[in-house]
């Protein structure tokens, strides 16, 4: 196999941790928004005057963008080599 066949692809929008990062996002600011105009005097009461919802939700939109900036700055290969029909390789010195 010649290196000259090989095409390198990226994983895209396929990545997990492309994923994982939109959705610890959409949680993160929906518990952001939550503790921004939904915390109550009650609950201030039962978390000792900390807005659990708040910095929670700070935290996963925090963990999202690194998960996002980890795909964008390290991508996942996908070589694709036009001339390897199986889709699998042989080991080596099995011929």
Known sequence: MSKSHELTKTAGAFDI????GVLLG????IL???G????TPDEAERTG???ANLWTGIG???AALLFLAWAKLRPLKII???DDVT???AAPGSD
């Open 49 to 51: 005057g900390i807005d």
């Open 60 to 62: 996963l939109i925090i």
């Open 80 to 82: 694709d080599d036009p």
């Open 36 to 39: 921004i105009f939904a915390f």
């Open 32 to 34: 952001t928004l939550a």
């Open 17 to 20: 941790r492309n994923f994982i």
């Open 87 to 89: 889709g699998t390789e």
């Open 26 to 29: 959409v949680f993160g600011i």
